[in-house]
Each structure stands twice: as C-alpha cells, then as structure tokens.
C-alpha cells in the first residue's frame, strides 16, 4: 500500500487513487439573489447589521463572533 504525505500530496497522487469528477453548481432559488424580494424592514436590519460589523477589525471577529452578531440577528 502507498502512503502519502498531506503536505506533499499533488493532484498527479490523487488521480492515482481516485477518480475526481466535478460538478457544476445547479440554479436553486436561494443563489438567484436578483430574484429576492427585500422589504424596507428587511433593508433596515441589513444595514443595521452591516454597519454595527463593520465597527469591529476583520481579525477580531472569529467564527463565534460572527454567527452572534451578523448570522443570527438575519435568523429572528
């Protein structure tokens, strides 16, 4: 059996092993944004999350941070 190594692993070593097949990504309503209706209360709340983040360095807000104060606010 061949052992590799993660960090020096090519796509030559994987094409070896497996056969990679991609796929494109299909039109589902939620990715075709131009077709999203966006109330003014909607609008109102983006803002005032875009601008409540933007307060705040990109490296001090890890994961955690992000979900409790841009993705979970969108949720309510």
């Known amino acids: 059996m061949q052992k590799f ?3 020096d ?3 030559k070593d994987l094409k070896s092993i497996v056969e990679l ?3 494109g990504i299909a039109d589902y309503r939620w990715t075709e944004v131009e ?3 966006v109330t003014e209360d909607e ?3 983006l803002r005032y999350i875009t601008a409540h983040t933007k ?3 990109a490296h001090v807000m890890n994961e955690a941070t992000l979900w409790a ?3 979970y ?3 309510q």
């Open 9 to 11: 692993i090519s796509l």
């Open 73 to 75: 606010p969108l949720l």
């Open 35 to 37: 077709n999203i209706a």
């Open 21 to 23: 097949r991609q796929k």
């Open 43 to 45: 609008k109102f709340q």
């Open 69 to 71: 104060r841009a993705i």
């Open 5 to 7: 190594h993660f960090s």
């Open 55 to 57: 307060r705040y360095p």
